[in-house]
């Protein structure tokens, strides 16, 4: 029942659990249009990789990396925020103009879609970056083929503002 999670910052610590849902969701009917990554790709990444990335998305890091977790201790999804600084590229190679806070990584596990897991992972990650320091805007990137995913970041707030080849920017108002 996704009423029974509570979303949470990521520790370091937490860098296995970390992997194993980020494996699951390389595994996911959409990954090929909504991860920039195969699952072959990061499953092949050394456990210093999975560290190094948890402790950056965590207190202390640059970023943040949510995640809906359950009385178990099981993970019902993850949201992780990129803080993007001016003068560097973003994924795309255009150029980053000022501050602003970048949304991947989002999966949700089938079983949790619909209900509450989501629009609280977005919340809090949306939350964290208007509390950071000169962030301008909140923004997150979508395949055209993905009309689920679109909706669901509608329902959270975004609205499209640029299509980058096959891909909608989409900017939280």
């Known amino acids: 029942m996704t009423s029974d999670y509570t979303v949470r910052e990521i520790h370091a610590d937490d860098w296995p659990a970390a992997k194993r849902l980020r494996l699951e969701a390389l595994r996911d009917p959409a990954a090929p249009i909504a991860f920039l990554e195969t699952y072959e790709q990061a499953a092949a990444q050394p456990d210093q990789f999975w560290k190094d990335r948890a402790a950056g998305s965590s207190e202390g890091g640059p970023n943040r990396q949510f995640v809906a977790e359950g009385p178990r201790g099981d993970w019902a999804g993850s949201v992780t925020v ?88 989409m900017e939280y108002r």
């Not at 990584?105 to 209900?115: L, N, P, Q, S, T």
């Not at 997150?140 to 980058?164: I, K, M, P, Q, S």
């Open 82 to 169: 990129l803080v993007e600084e001016p003068g560097t590229e973003d994924f795309t190679g255009r150029p980053i103009e000022h501050r602003q806070a970048h949304v991947v990584a989002v999966f949700v596990r089938e079983e949790h879609r619909g209900g509450t897991v989501a629009p609280n992972l977005f919340r809090a990650a949306v939350a964290w970056a208007l509390a950071q320091r000169d962030i301008t805007r909140v923004r997150l990137f979508v395949h055209v083929d993905n009309a689920r995913a679109e909706a669901a970041y509608r329902r959270a707030g975004f609205e499209r503002t640029a299509v980058v080849g096959d891909e909608y920017e």
